[in-house]
């Protein structure tokens, strides 16, 4: 494994790509969907729709997925979701009507759901400690910058066809043949058996189900910027799809450059200012963005105000959801180091499941 390591993180790290640029690649041409379909019934809903369907049917898809990845393997269910992936995305390429336009989507969620899962287990799997870090911080870059390098893509697409950015969906057959290459199977990892037993916290529901709450909330305002963005630079008298991908793109740049600087951020500021000063600015980026007249305004003013507070604000909530198993006495009001001793699973990273398989 370790002669292959470079060839291993750089096959992971476009394995994720490939969740970003699901939904933000055919962005700049939601416009021009609605056009060719306008005939459709609820075609202003529906055409929007083929941004934001995938996602639901992703979080439907990653619990059976987890699952799936045990009980066959990691690596094949990773390979047949992206052979599903690039074939359920470039269908986009034929559809010729809306409603099979969004079964395409709904598939590609599914596929997203398996790739999502399996990448990330695999991180937990090859990497440990301040590698395990390293690499996902990096990734969280990577994929960023490349969602950048994917809608600013499909916009310039777009200005050729609304169906020419589907065939970048291609990319996945292109990435998989390093997936054969150079990934394989990890060992499945077994609790360790004996030592003293583990401390049982009872859980403050009311936290846990608000932080769910506003995790929902907070995504549903993250996809309203590329869902609503190509529509509303439209009413600007702004019809260039490689425009849209440009102002979209910055989207994915500024949160690309925040994300990279949250550590910084994360050392002067608590968790609850961070939440509190996020919102705030998520607030006042969308009353400057309904201000914006033009192009420029939209995307000197608005946008990076917006993107500033968007990114912090979903990374922690995001973070504080996948903590939440492994650290749920610290959201609960208890002493983070006073009882980490307790939890000796979450000092290096894994968190073991009933069944004994790790993640």
Not at 307 to 336: E, K, N
Request: hydrophobic letters at 50%; one cysteine or more; charged letters at 10%.
């Amino acid at each position: 494994m370790k002669e292959h390591s470079l060839a291993l993180k750089g096959t992971l790290l476009f394995v994720a790509t490939l969740t970003i640029m699901a939904g933000t690649t055919v962005a700049p041409s939601l416009p021009a969907i609605e056009q060719t379909f306008a005939g459709t019934e609820h075609v202003a809903l529906l055409s929007r729709m083929v941004l934001t369907l995938p996602a639901i049917f992703v979080a439907m898809s990653a619990p059976i997925a987890g699952i799936l990845a045990d009980r066959f393997g990691r690596k094949k269910l990773l390979v047949i979701s992206m052979v599903l992936y690039g074939l359920s995305g470039m269908s986009g390429l034929l559809a010729d009507n809306l409603f099979f336009l969004l079964l395409g989507r709904a598939v590609l969620g599914l596929a997203i759901g398996g790739i999502m899962t399996v990448g990330t287990t695999l991180a937990g799997d090859y990497f440990t400690g301040t590698e395990r870090e390293s690499y996902l911080g990096l990734q969280q870059a990577f994929t960023q910058f490349g969602g950048v390098a994917f809608v600013v893509t499909g916009g310039i697409l777009a200005d050729i066809h609304w169906r020419v950015p589907f065939a970048i969906y291609a990319a996945s057959f292109l990435i998989l043949p390093a997936v054969l290459a150079f990934l394989s199977e990890p060992a499945k990892k077994t609790a360790p058996s004996g030592g003293p037993a583990k401390a049982v916290v009872s859980a403050n529901w009311s936290q846990v189900l608000l932080l769910a709450l506003a995790t929902y909330l907070i995504n549903v305002l993250f996809y309203t910027v590329p869902s609503q963005l190509p529509f509303f630079l439209r009413h600007l008298a702004i019809n260039s799809a490689s425009a849209i991908g440009y102002a979209i793109g910055t989207f994915n740049l500024a949160g690309a450059l925040v994300a990279m600087s949250f550590g910084l951020l994360r050392s002067r500021l608590a968790v609850p200012g961070i939440l509190a000063g996020g919102l705030a600015l998520m607030a006042t980026g969308f009353l400057m963005l309904a201000q914006a007249s033009g192009m420029v305004s939209a995307l000197d003013v608005s946008r990076p105000l917006y993107i500033t507070a968007c990114q912090p604000t979903l990374d922690r909530l995001v973070w504080f959801c996948g903590a939440l198993p492994r650290y749920l006495h610290c959201i609960c009001g208890h002493g983070c180091h006073r009882h980490r001793h307790r939890y000796p699973a979450a000092q290096d990273g894994v968190t073991y499941l009933p069944s004994g398989h790790a993640f």
